[in-house]
T-cell receptor, first 112, second 117 residues
Framework: GNSVTQMEGPVTLSEEAFLTINCTYT??????LFWYVQYPGEGLQLLLK?????DKGSNKGFEATYRKETTSFHLEKGSVQVSDSAVYFC???????????FGTGTKLQVIP | DGGITQSPKYLFRKEGQNVTLSCEQN?????MYWYRQDPGQGLRLIYY???????QKGDIAEGYSVSREKKESFPLTVTSAQKNPTAFYLC????????????????FGSGTRLTVV
């Protein structure tokens, strides 16, 4: 079956530091890949997506590249801010009925 | 603006009581989902529905029930058979055909936090 593996958190960074959150996946076929963000007490929001190999998703300074050869979709940001503190979920969508498989989430804490 | 509305935001349940969580969407999405999120854990699928009047069990359906009488609505009932219901519940929807929101995955509601008192 499909699965998503994320690096365990929490990740604590100082403001303006470089962020990488690793994500690897196992899936049949050619899945679409997503990063969602969850702020405290809220639902999940789509952060970025990529639908085919070598696509780069980007939004709000975050980027992730769909690497089929390494089955990875690592999230990166060059300079994090305190407002980026949240839980980040990697996810994949595969199959005909849009069942998304989520990773366990990585909590990011950015300190001033 | 289109979106998903979950209510209430906070809900308290007494032992042995059934409670119903509301989820309404105006995105014209066919598919809807209920997830449970426990502290420090990922999302676990409770039930999902791909079309009106049809739904399937997810990974942790025991102690829960759903209905899908209207396209816009997918309420979740937490029954007294659910022994550990305290959690954050998230509803989501998507467009399987890709004609409304192609490959955008899920749209989520803002969640309901259920606590047993």
């Amino acid at each position: 079956g499909n699965s998503v593996t994320q690096m365990e958190g929490p990740v604590t960074l100082s403001e303006e530091a470089f962020l990488t959150i690793n994500c690897t996946y196992t899936a049949t076929g050619y899945p679409s890949l997503f990063w969602y963000v969850q702020y405290p007490g809220e639902g999940l929001q789509l952060l970025l997506k990529a639908t085919k190999a070598d696509d780069k998703g980007s939004n709000k300074g975050f980027e992730a590249t769909y690497r089929k050869e390494t089955t990875s979709f690592h999230l990166e940001k060059g300079s994090v801010q305190v407002s980026d503190s949240a839980v980040y979920f990697c996810a994949l969508l595969s199959g005909g009925y849009q069942k998304v498989t989520f990773g366990t989430g990585t909590k990011l804490q950015v300190i001033p | 603006d289109g979106g998903i509305t979950q209510s209430p935001k906070y809900l308290f349940r007494k032992e042995g009581q059934n409670v119903t969580l509301s989820c309404e969407q105006n995105l014209n999405h066919d598919a809807m989902y209920w997830y449970r999120q426990d502290p420090g854990q990922g999302l676990r699928l409770i039930y999902y529905s791909q079309i009106v009047n049809d739904f399937q069990k997810g990974d942790i359906a025991e102690g829960y029930s759903v209905s899908r009488e209207k396209k816009e609505s997918f309420p979740l009932t937490v029954t007294s058979a659910q022994k550990n219901p305290t959690a954050f519940y998230l509803c989501a929807s998507t467009d399987p055909t890709g004609t409304i929101t192609p490959n955008y995955g899920y749209t989520f509601g803002s969640g309901t936090r259920l606590t047993v008192v």
